[in-house]
Every structure is written in structure tokens, then in C-alpha cells.
């Protein structure tokens, strides 16, 4: 079991020749056309806020709802199913939580199961808290010891 989200750089192969963003578009690729992302590396349009889902931070495409792994690094997307058709096909921008609160969306999720492990940009930190104590079953549980406690408001 991991003890942190996996994002792009931990679910993809990371091509050092490429950036990151652009390594889960070109591993999934699966048009007919060869291969290729937007001419210009600027990111414009709309941001995608980023969620974590079963434990994968994801970068989700407005226009189609197709998925991939966001990138850490490289705070950029460009879907493989509809070329980011919704942003004139260019990269859109990725909004990611501040790193403390990152952090702390991590530590939490992190205490569960990876199946249990979601998170929307609409949820605060203590409504993932207080998910972790209203539902103990979903934490991952150390052998012989019960459950984690918690720190915090409980
Ligand atoms: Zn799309």
C-alpha cells in the first residue's frame, strides 16, 4: 500500500526527454493519427482542479470526462480523447490545493485504505477528518494495535 496520492509522476513511465504533463497523454495515446501535443507549451483557458480518486491525484477533461494521472511537476493537461477540443487545443492549467493544505489532504487520506482514499476540491480538511472518524473501517488498521487515532478536532 502506498503512503502517498500517486499523481503522474509515480503512475507513469516519466520519459526524461519529455515534460511531465505530457507523458500520460503520450503513453495513452490510442488515435489513429500519430502521436503529437499542442504546438504552444503555454497553458490558457479554464483550470482543471484536480481531485484524488482511489488514491490517484486526477486531472479531469471538462469536455469529455476523460481521465489521467495529474502531474506534480508540471501543472499542465492535454486530453488524449478529445485534444482539449473544449480549450481551442491547447493545454489547460491544473489547480492544485496550496501545499499545506495538500499535505494535510494527504496525511488523511493516507490513513485509509487506498479503496477509501477520495478527495473533491469541495471538501475541507475537516470534513476529511471528521470522514475518518465517523468511519474507522476505512482506516488502515496496523496489526494488533486497532485503528489510528486521530490528531486533531476528535
Ligand atoms: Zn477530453
Do not use: K
Not at 511537476?73 to 477540443?85: E, G, P, Q, S
Not at 495538500?102 to 473533491?120: K, S
Amino acid at each position: 500500500m502506498n503512503d502517498y496520492i500517486v499523481a503522474a509522476e509515480q503512475g507513469y513511465y516519466m520519459d526524461p526527454a519529455l515534460a511531465p504533463a505530457a507523458c500520460g497523454p503520450l503513453q495513452h495515446w490510442h488515435r489513429d493519427e500519430p502521436p503529437s501535443l499542442p504546438p504552444d507549451d503555454r497553458a490558457r483557458g479554464t483550470p482543471i482542479r484536480v481531485y484524488v480518486n482511489h488514491g490517484r491525484w486526477i486531472a479531469e477533461c471538462p469536455g469529455c470526462r476523460g481521465a489521467q494521472y495529474a502531474s506534480r511537476t508540471d501543472r499542465r493537461f492535454y486530453c488524449v480523447d478529445c485534444l482539449n477540443a473544449w480549450n481551442a487545443g491547447a493545454w489547460a492549467r491544473t489547480l492544485w490545493p496550496d501545499d499545506a493544505s495538500l499535505a494535510v489532504i494527504e496525511d488523511l487520506l493516507c490513513r485509509r485504505h487506498v479503496e477509501n482514499r477520495h478527495w473533491l476540491p469541495s471538501e475541507s480538511l475537516a470534513a476529511l477528518e471528521l470522514e475518518n472518524h465517523l468511519h474507522p473501517q476505512a482506516l488502515v488498521v496496523a496489526a494488533g494495535s486497532g485503528a489510528i487515532r486521530l490528531p486533531g478536532i476528535f
